[in-house]
Nanobody, 118 residues
């Protein structure tokens, strides 16, 4: 059974930083791209970023490019989203997902809330 557990969300002021983590189990982690998607209040799911299986290639939505960095540690079956220069419009529930290269993958965790507010 695929399990994806996010952590690291919280309340941060505009301009601040947060790092999200996603612990994965139930599949061969290193063989899959991993991604992050988010859902802002009252809006649909938005794909954010993805990283390939060995971590050598990454891709970002235009809305976060240059501010967010995705990474992974295959030895720990974990991937990360470092978020800098956060804006109020980044407020959302963030989900990690198995797969999802520039699309919203079906297998996702339960999400972690990120709120950017002063």
């Amino acid at each position: 059974e695929v399990q994806l557990v996010e952590s690291g969300g919280g309340l941060v002021q505009p301009g601040g930083s947060l790092t999200l983590s996603c612990a994965a189990s139930g599949f061969t982690f290193s063989k899959y791209a991993m991604s992050w998607v988010r859902q802002a209040p009252g809006k649909g799911l938005e794909w954010v970023s993805a990283i390939n299986g060995d971590g050598t290639s990454t891709t970002y939505a235009d809305s976060v490019r240059g501010r967010f960095t995705i990474s992974r540690d295959n030895a720990k079956n974990t991937h990360y989203l470092q978020m800098n220069s956060l804006r109020p419009e980044d407020t959302a529930v963030y989900y990690c997902a198995k797969g999802g290269w520039r699309l919203v993958a079906a297998e996702r965790g339960r999400g972690t809330q990120v709120t950017v507010s002063s």
